[in-house]
């Protein structure tokens, strides 16, 4: 079932004017705010308080299970069919160094990724946006304009439109 | 005062896309001709026999690992300047990088193609692999040739990864720049659904930052393990500890060497590109290339005076058969190619010549190519035992398939610059000036 949008969604052709709309917009206490932008800019993430990103977590659980597969991997093997080479032991430390290393990089990415999707997901849907055919549309948010999308109850509105409108944006858009 | 704006970037990738001219489809004719040239000859040797590939014995390697560690070593300066560089920031990198990860994918996928040509039966390559072979019989973890199995196949996921990674917000900067309903529809699925959001730039650019993170090292290992390859092994010319930093100076060299190659042409093919990959670009490829260049002219000299100075019979007379025996030809066109053709990178006029380092990009090409040849054959031509000593006779199907690789590697390229955005269009449009209201 679609999400019911209630809001407005703006665009803008200056970083700087939609910096302080988002600034001004968050004094008034509304917090879920979603961002377009062609390329990532750290003006927005000041803007919107510096959120973080929780994908290094995935990146080292996936670096441990990487060693961990590795160290099983070349336990059992070798355990199964006793190989000599050299008068060396049979499960040798040193000599798991490289496998490990490989296996726990090839792990970290893979991990990475999938936090990656995973938290991107889990954003998008706690976010509720826009459903009209113009926003889905719109297709200078990757080239060359900015744009915010601020969900809020009807009686905010017209406060957002005008804080939109302060800031010189140069589409504003009420959906509700 | 630079011209370069958020839509003059969209509309310079947006050109590159058009539909190919007569130049593009000449050209993918003759490569597509190399590539037959090699698929054949890799048919005529299935059919025939490792016989028709040059090895002997004790030659038991030749040119197809020759081959395998000459395109390792291209695929490196990929990840060398998408990782590496972008964790120190250097300028130079944002217009080229997208290019050079290409060329490191196509590359290892090269490079992953000679151990399976090398071993003949080719249909048995996942041998090689952790499984049981024969009697239940497991591969051995001790050996370095397994973990170089372990280590190009992480590199090569690691490379597709990170390549595929960088191109979903390009794509969809394409996507929304097409007019065509099919391309859009092509470029929606490629592009994952991306719009530029704060919640998908801030995930995004943390997971690309630990990419770096993690395919920095990588860099470094890969070309380690495959020189270990050799170091692990007690031939003469082989069993030494530096082979490891040469291996990566050396994969870092050609490397570059490839990216000027490879870049110089695009931006003749494309006259947007010229405003975006600059000369100074370049030059700082150059100079990489020069930096490389002495510490492998370094690596080569340490070679002979630790040779001279262990005074180990066996390496002595290696060293003295590389510069003065039968190979001596490969040996001295590789010293003018790595140590000499790079030394006028030292004067800036060369540095920002384009002709000139293309000129030598190429000459850096082919000298990294006898140098493997070097490390590979004489050594095995001149082990121990003077009785086993051999000389390499190159045979044509090993020269069709060298050929055929480049056609192959070339292939990829060039389909990749017409259906791909060739630049990371959001990485050049962040180095730019945001546009401000204020600062007008």
Known sequence: ?176 | MSNITYTSINEDVLHSLKPPGKTWWISLGIILSALGLGIFAWTYQIMHGMEWSGINHPIGWGVYITDFVFWIGIGHAGTLISAVLFLVRAPFRTSIYRASEAMTVFAVMTAGLFPIIHIGRAWNFYWLLPYPNQRQLWINFKSPLLWDVFAVSTYMSVSIAFFILGLIPDLASVRDGCKSKLKRFFYSIASVGFRGTNHQWLHYMRGYLLFAAIATPLVFSVHSIVSWDFAMSSIPGWHTTIFAPYFVAGAIFSGCAMVLTIMIPLRVAFPGFKEIIKVRDLEGMAEMILMTGILVTYAYSIEFFIAYYSGAKFERALFWFRPFGELRYFFWLMVFCNCVSALPLWIKKIRTNIPALFFISILVNVGMWLERFNIVVTSLAHDFDPFAWSMYKFEWVEIWITVGSFGWFFMWFFIFVKIMPSLAVAELKEALHPPLRRSQ
């Not at chain 1, 979603?34 to 080292?60: D, Y």
């Not at chain 1, 670096?63 to 070798?78: A, P, R, Y």
């Open chain 1, 1 to 176: 079932m679609k999400k019911e949008f209630s809001g407005v969604w703006a665009t803008f052709e200056f970083l700087d004017d939609m910096c302080f709309s988002i600034k001004e917009i968050r004094k008034q206490g509304i917090e879920k705010i979603t961002t377009h932008t062609p390329c990532p800019r750290h003006e927005i993430e000041h803007a919107l308080g510096n959120p973080q990103s929780r994908v290094p977590f995935f990146t080292l659980f996936g670096m441990f299970v990487g060693i961990g597969i590795g160290i099983l991997l070349i336990i059992t093997m070798t355990l199964d069919w006793i190989l000599p080479v050299s008068g060396k032991p049979v499960v040798s430390v040193p000599v798991m160094g490289p496998i490990l290393f490989e296996l726990g990089v090839i792990m970290a990415i893979y991990c990475t990724v999938l936090g990656m999707v995973l938290l991107i997901l889990r954003d998008t849907k706690k976010h509720s946006f826009p459903t009209s055919d113009k926003y889905k549309n719109y297709d200078r948010f990757m080239n060359d304009r900015f744009g915010v999308v601020v969900p809020c109850s009807k009686n905010e509105v017209d406060k957002v439109v005008e804080i939109f409108k302060k800031y010189q944006a140069e589409e504003v858009n009420r959906e509700a």
